[in-house]
């Protein structure tokens, strides 16, 4: 099985508007960073998505994406969801709607926000089928798995893929660690993990949290996401133990 890093970035991205690279040397190609999402691929070429970024119509270019089996959203923020509308190229030459899964309330948010991609209008067909977690455990041959993780005072959605005999866990905006967590992500070969800054942060997982999440878990990788400004690939690639891998836009990884 394989992950592709579609994007790596904070909300804001890297460097924000203003050419603002903050501590992050722009002559490093792995600084700048688009909007976090993430592709999963199957030996036998079957691809998930998390979240559809506001970067995703570039994200898929630059990765040459052009068909999906499925997609999973974390949570409803914008940075995370509101590239959806470039979902309805993926629905071209589909026999039916592309399925998508959310969280109870991501769901209910994603339909007030979107209802147009879930249900059809004017003519036009419907985008991608959405259903909550609740009610499936296979996506596309995959066995999919989650949990739910505090993001400040919200919550955001922790997911576990498995295929191929390999598994890959996804755990981005993320506040504090949870028994549920270390359960759902025991073991995994590959965990992606939410690592905004060095300091600590009321809503996401800092340096120390991401390294921890994936010793408590014996991750196989542990692989550093979300990063804003103040994380320099360099510099922080030469801090890190030896089985974390600060991620970056086009990264790619067999479990």
Known sequence: MKLLMLGSGTSTGVPRIGNDWGACDPDEPRN???????????DDGRRLVVDTSTDMRQQFLSNRID??????????????????????????????????????????????????VFAGQHGYPTICELDTLDRMRMCAGFGVEWCQMPHG????TAFRFEADGKS?????????????????MDGTDILVSDCLRRDPHPTHANLEMAISLGKQTNAGVTVLSHLDKSMDYRSLQNEVPDN??????????KA
């Not at 700048?32 to 199957?42: C, F, M, P, Y």
């Not at 409803?76 to 190229?89: N, S, T, Y």
């Not at 005072?153 to 955001?156: E, G, K």
């Not at 974390?244 to 990884?253: R, T």
Request: proline fraction near 3%.
């Open 32 to 42: 700048r960073r688009t909007r976090v999402s993430i592709l999963v691929e199957s």
């Open 67 to 116: 068909r999906i089996d499925g997609v999973f959203w974390t949570h409803d923020h914008a940075d995370h969801c509101h590239g959806i509308d470039d979902l309805r190229v993926l629905r071209y030459g589909r026999k039916a709607p592309i399925p998508g899964f959310g969280s109870t309330e991501t769901v209910r948010r994603l339909r007030q926000r979107f209802d147009y």
């Open 153 to 156: 005072p919200t919550q955001s």
């Open 168 to 184: 890959i866990c996804y755990a981005t905006d993320f506040s504090a660690i949870t028994d549920e967590m270390l359960d759902l």
């Open 244 to 253: 974390v891998i600060v991620g970056f836009d086009g990264l790619e990884l």
